[in-house]
């Protein structure tokens, strides 16, 4: 069984939509280490100026894979 979004129900544990991930998660053998920079700037995405939150400089943020 390999884990992925067509096959959770090989996940170990109870896990559902009520499950907090913050405190239970399945152990997948995967670790990721992510470093964002957070700053606010004034952009116009759609034409008109308004204080926003970038991420690393950017808009929109990075992808996170």
């Known amino acids: 069984c390999e ?11 109870d896990y559902n939509v ?17 470093t964002f920079e957070v700053t606010n700037t004034t952009l116009a995405p759609d034409g008109f100026a308004r204080p926003m939150q970038v991420i690393n400089g950017q808009y929109p943020g990075p992808t996170i894979e």
């Open 3 to 13: 884990h992925g979004p067509e096959t959770r129900s090989c996940w170990t544990g």
């Open 18 to 34: 009520l499950t907090d991930m913050d405190l239970d998660w399945p152990e997948t053998g995967v670790y990721r280490k992510y």
